[in-house]
């Protein structure tokens, strides 16, 4: 018996549905980062913290988010959608550090709501597949297009971080792709899938609302359509095409409804809270006002860093693709078209239509799967199959946009902007990746020994993606594509797989969660070194900071370092006892030495306020003497644990006359959550009247744990040395 026989019965009973969304929810899962690195991201996971530890909307003040709302409490501006699918993963993440407690349990409940982006862009992936069969595309096709969406997309490095894209990517596509099912169909139960799906759509991010109308006229000119083509009488047809309006809107009405309940009960007015606290539609002419859209035009077409296309490579065959699409079916291409414009034309009318610092154009990541759906026509059009140059450019296209994702994929876009100071460009990041700035659970650099280390939970999604892969190639090569297979078949293989794969996650990556943490610092500590050899000082300053603040298990080195490079004068050296020389504090908050964390022999300054209740400890230094109308540098080190409470841990200078007059507080430092240790630095003028200083160190109106080492008042301090 041939040995492909088996091979080729086993493959006939999976599903290609299934190993699509296992490749790559697998593929995803590997290149997780594990961490919310941007604002407008905690604040979503803080409003699903909230419902979960204390069924509220509103959530913990803090330095930057402070929006007050209903009764002066703390709101998100954002919508709701991406807030209710984060909430089941942080229960997850809430549930697990039970067993596999972290120093800081936010750590472990990040990592488990990050999951929730492989999930949404894995099943996008399948809705790919789904969709170009509808289309009309063979399966070999379909899967090749899923392929194409999943790998040499923008889709690839999203899924990574936790950003809505991957959840507007996937309504946006679902909502088209239902649409094309009730043509082919005439099942209202589409329909409802299609509203369902805009309506969430909507409800995630409000501004698309603005693709409504063109989903609108399709669902109504698809029925008209549908139902001319059954030889229905006029009146019957117009009836019919308002019950299918009916049930498209209904699920589309009943979560604006609800997203208006929302913000009502946030800020007392359903007509803010649509990402922003004023009217959206005021809002909007605020951007357009604001815009520039010949520049955003040829930005997002032609720039080196923000360009679509340098981004997508594939996307440029759409060019060849698309007039296909218009020869043999208009409607879809029209739709598709309409879509992809007004959505653009939104992008270009902003004053921020690059996106920000994020990977790529971020605001066009939801057109990918659209415009990849194009590409079919042309794999299936004669022309291409007998034409070697049109292959073999389909496959340079597709290597390059591979390429171009797995650089999005190991990078850190906030370790970047911090390192230096602009956003993430491709060449950017290849330039930096040299140095070993790479951001992966899974695989690490060590500081000495062997130059790389591999987590074992890699080998076990390794295996897996390679067993899913060869499944998948080996369907494709011999057309042998499974798409209606049966759904208890589906069900079983994708509850072996996970279950395999989940369970390597849980021994390998969260319960030793912390010494991932660690190893993921260690990998910033290498490149730092590397930087600095290479004599890119300013650069690797940052990245020892970056070092430290997540954790690394070398904070000595990277402190003697960091002072290598950022030196600082010797000057009055403050010791604990100096700090401690005026104490004020409320029940259960406590000062003393720490000779464990110290970074001096004379031991660190420690406050602590335990449990979670708010309470203030503050904590007055020794007056110094100094001189009027000098400047003055106070620095040191510091670093923090827990500190969630409603306000912040600070450091203050406070200066007067010397008997209490004409007195001045100029806060140097204020810091929340958990860092690892971290430099403060600030020079200050002293007034004319000015006689002492005083150093202030505070935990305000919050609970945790703050150190505080190595604190020097420099007079006339050298400049520091110029970086950008």
């Given at each position: 018996m041939n040995l492909s026989e088996p091979w080729l019965k086993l493959t006939q009973k999976i599903p290609s549905q299934a190993t699509l969304f296992l490749f790559f929810f697998s593929l995803y899962l590997f290149?997780?980062?594990?961490?919310?690195?941007?604002?407008?991201?905690?604040?979503?996971?803080?409003?699903?913290?909230?419902?979960?530890?204390?069924?509220?909307?509103?959530?913990?003040?803090?330095?930057?988010?402070?929006?007050?709302?209903?009764?002066?409490?703390?709101?998100?501006?954002?919508?709701?959608?991406?807030?209710?699918?984060?909430?089941?993963?942080?229960?997850?993440?809430k549930f697990l550090n039970t067993y596999f407690p972290t120093a800081d349990p936010n750590q472990l409940e990040m990592l488990v709501v990050g999951f929730l982006n492989p999930l949404l862009s894995a099943l996008a992936c399948v809705i790919v597949f789904e969709t170009s069969r509808v289309i009309g595309f063979r399966a070999r096709t379909a899967l090749t297009l899923a392929v194409m969406y999943g790998l040499a997309s923008m889709a690839m490095p999203y899924a990574r971080s936790y950003t809505r894209e991957p959840l507007l990517a996937l309504t946006l596509l679902l909502a088209v792709g239902a649409l094309f099912q009730f043509?082919?169909?005439?099942?209202?139960?589409?329909?409802?899938?299609?509203?369902?799906?805009?309506?969430?759509?909507?409800?995630?991010?409000?501004?698309?609302?603005?693709?409504?109308?063109?989903?609108?006229?399709?669902?109504?000119?698809?029925?008209?359509?549908?139902?001319?083509?059954a030889h229905l009488n006029i009146a019957a047809v117009r009836?019919?095409?308002?019950?299918?309006?009916?049930?498209?809107?209904?699920?589309?009405?009943?979560?604006?409804?609800?997203?208006?309940?929302?913000?009502?009960?946030?800020?007392?007015?359903v007509l803010v809270g649509y990402s922003t606290k004023v009217n959206p539609l005021e809002w909007i002419l605020f951007l357009i006002v604001q815009s520039q859209p010949h520049i955003a035009t040829l930005g997002l077409l032609f720039s080196p860093e923000k360009s679509f296309f340098l981004y997508n490579p594939l996307a440029l065959l759409c060019f060849l693709s698309m007039p296909l699409w218009w020869q043999q079916h208009k409607p879809q291409a029209f739709l598709i078209l309409a879509l992809v414009s007004i959505e653009f034309l939104a992008v270009i009318t902003r004053p921020d239509w690059?996106?920000?610092?994020?990977?790529?154009?971020?605001?066009?990541?939801?057109?990918?799967?659209?415009?990849?759906?194009?590409?079919?026509?042309?794999?299936?059009?004669?022309?291409?199959?007998?034409?070697?140059?049109?292959?073999?450019?389909?496959?340079?296209?597709?290597?390059?946009?591979?390429?171009?994702?797995?650089?999005?994929?190991?990078?850190?876009?906030?370790?970047?902007?911090?390192?230096?100071?602009?956003?993430?460009t491709v060449l950017g990041q290849l330039d930096l990746l040299r140095y070993g700035a790479l951001d992966s659970?899974?695989?690490?650099?060590?500081?000495?020994?062997?130059?790389?280390?591999?987590?074992?939970?890699?080998?076990?999604?390794?295996?897996?993606?390679?067993?899913?892969?060869?499944?998948?190639?080996?369907?494709?090569?011999?057309?042998?594509?499974?798409?209606?297979?049966?759904?208890?078949?589906?069900?079983a293989l994708i509850v072996i797989v996970l279950a395999v794969e989940l369970g390597a996650l849980l021994i390998w990556l969260v319960a030793p969660y912390s010494r991932i943490l660690a190893a993921k610092a260690n990998t910033r500590f290498v490149a730092a070194e590397r930087l600095a050899e290479a004599g890119r000082v300013c650069e690797a300053r940052v990245m020892y900071r970056l070092a430290l603040d997540h954790g690394t298990t070398l904070q000595r080195q990277a402190i003697i370092r960091y002072e290598q490079i950022q030196v600082r004068g010797q000057g009055i050296v403050l010791t604990t006892d100096d700090l401690m020389s005026g104490i004020e504090m409320s029940n259960g908050a406590f000062p003393e030495k720490d000779y464990?964390?110290?970074?001096?022999?004379?031991?660190?300054?420690?406050?602590?306020?335990?449990?979670?209740?708010?309470?203030?400890?503050?904590?007055?230094?020794?007056?110094?003497?100094?001189?009027?109308?000098?400047?003055?540098?106070?620095?040191g080190w510091w670093k923090m644990l827990n500190v969630y409470g409603t306000h912040y841990a600070s450091i203050a200078l406070y200066q007067d006359n010397g008997n209490w007059q004409h007195g001045k507080t100029t806060d140097i430092a204020s810091l929340d959550e958990t860092h690892g240790w971290q430099p403060f630095q600030y020079i200050i003028t002293t007034l004319p009247t000015t006689q002492r200083l005083m150093v202030k160190v505070a935990l305000w109106q919050t609970y945790g744990t703050v150190w505080v080492d190595d604190v020097r008042l420099v007079a006339n301090p050298n400049p520091a040395p110029a970086c950008k």
């Open positions: 290149s997780m980062s594990g961490a919310i690195a941007y604002g407008d991201e905690i604040e979503k996971y803080r409003v699903a913290q909230s419902i979960v530890e204390r069924q509220e909307f509103s959530f913990r003040p803090t330095a930057v988010r402070n929006i007050a709302g209903v009764e002066g409490r703390t709101f998100s501006l954002y919508e709701l959608g991406q807030t209710l699918l984060q909430v089941p993963f942080y229960a997850a993440g043509e082919k169909t005439r099942a209202y139960s589409w329909l409802s899938i299609a509203g369902l799906a805009a309506g969430y759509l909507v409800f995630s991010k409000f501004i698309h609302a603005i693709v409504l109308p063109f989903l609108l006229i399709y669902a109504a000119l698809a029925a008209q359509r549908v139902y001319r083509a009836q019919k095409m308002g019950i299918a309006i009916l049930v498209f809107l209904s699920p589309i009405l009943v979560f604006l409804v609800v997203q208006a309940i929302y913000s009502f009960a946030r800020f007392g007015s690059d996106g920000g610092t994020w990977w790529g154009p971020r605001y066009l990541v939801q057109l990918t799967p659209l415009l990849i759906l194009s590409l079919g026509f042309l794999l299936e059009s004669p022309r291409v199959a007998a034409s070697h140059f049109w292959r073999w450019s389909v496959r340079a296209l597709f290597g390059l946009s591979v390429g171009i994702q797995m650089l999005g994929v190991v990078s850190n876009e906030r370790d970047f902007l911090d390192v230096t100071g602009e956003g993430i659970l899974f695989i690490y650099l060590l500081p000495t020994g062997s130059p790389v280390n591999i987590n074992p939970a890699s080998l076990a999604l390794g295996l897996g993606l390679l067993a899913l892969g060869a499944i998948l190639y080996y369907q494709w090569t011999r057309d042998n594509i499974r798409a209606d297979a049966p759904r208890l078949s589906s069900l464990v964390t110290a970074l001096t022999p004379e031991g660190t300054l420690r406050l602590n306020i335990p449990g979670e209740r708010d309470a203030t400890i503050m904590l007055v230094s020794t007056p110094i003497q100094v001189t009027p109308n000098t400047r003055y540098e106070l620095s």
